[in-house]
């Protein structure tokens, strides 16, 4: 069965930091190119970072330089870093594992973890 499980959401004050877990089931770690997305309250759920099985790495333009995905294949998980954090970067930040690409794409998502910055 597929899992994705994420940790590491909370508050944290402008300006600071948190880092993102996300711990896939082996069989999905193996295959699939993964990804952050967020969804701020009254808006659409929106790619933060995206990290291929080859390494290639993809940017929402606000969370460039500030944001750093990678992934640990000895542990079966991908990490969001967070730094700089801003008001409007407030949101539920789900963890994605992809494979394939239009109508032929196959997505998992986990159950989402919230991140909540404010002074």
């Known amino acids: 069965q597929v899992q994705l499980v994420e940790s590491g959401g909370g508050w944290v004050q402008p300006g600071g930091s948190l880092r993102l877990s996300c711990a896939a089931s082996?069989?999905?770690?193996?295959?699939?190119?993964m990804a952050w997305y967020r969804q701020a309250p009254g808006k659409q759920r929106e790619l933060v970072a995206a990290?291929?099985?080859?390494?290639?790495?993809n940017y929402a333009d606000s969370m460039k330089g500030r944001f750093t995905i990678s992934r640990d294949n000895a542990k079966n998980t991908v990490y969001l870093q967070m730094n700089s954090l801003k008001p409007e970067d407030t949101a539920v930040y789900y963890c994605?594992?992809?494979?394939?690409?239009?109508?032929?794409?196959?997505?998992?998502w986990g159950q989402g973890t919230q991140v909540t910055v404010s002074s």
């Open positions: 990290l291929t099985r080859g390494g290639a790495t």
């Open positions: 082996e069989s999905i770690f193996r295959i699939y190119h």
């Open positions: 994605n594992a992809y494979r394939g690409l239009g109508p032929g794409r196959s997505d998992y």
